[in-house]
């Protein structure tokens, strides 16, 4: 039979394996734990790197939309002038070469459509723009492209 001492150094020697294997398992999980801390860590940089990218991005977008945006509003007003430029001023409608509502001039050297500036002139004698004398003897065809653009 087994003395005492042997029975407790078995023990002992039991217990020392079982704590090293623990004390192993416990290393192994722990590096794994840090492996993954760092892992997460990596991964939320990233993640913080692409969203400032993506904001970045967003507000480049914006200035570039806001760019257009003016842009867009330019031109809207620029083809607006062109269309009033090459509207007649009485009746606001586009000249048309091959109607009664062709381009006209007076000497003052403003444009309108003829029967608008004929009716006009019928009863005021004077261009409706700027009040200089006129009559229907003064009317110049204007000769060239249906539309004017300049």
């Known amino acids: 039979m087994e003395s005492k001492r042997d029975i407790y150094t078995g023990i002992i020697e039991s217990t020392t394996f079982h704590y090293q294997a623990f004390a192993a398992e416990r290393d192994e999980l722990l590096q794994l734990l840090q492996k993954e801390v760092a892992t997460n860590e990596a991964l939320r940089q990233k993640l913080e790197e692409e969203d400032e990218s993506n904001q970045c991005i967003a507000e480049l977008q914006k200035a570039e939309i806001s ?80 539309n004017i653009i300049s």
């Open 67 to 146: 760019a257009l945006a003016k842009k867009v509003f330019e031109l809207e007003n620029k083809l607006e002038q062109i269309k009033d430029e090459n509207s007649c001023c009485i009746c606001l409608e586009p000249w048309q070469a091959d109607s009664d509502h062709r381009r006209i001039s007076l000497y003052c050297g403003h444009l309108f459509g003829e029967c608008c500036i004929r009716e006009v002139l019928s009863n005021a004698e004077a261009c409706p723009v700027c009040h200089q004398q006129a009559d229907s003897n003064q009317l110049h065809y204007i000769y060239g492209p249906e």
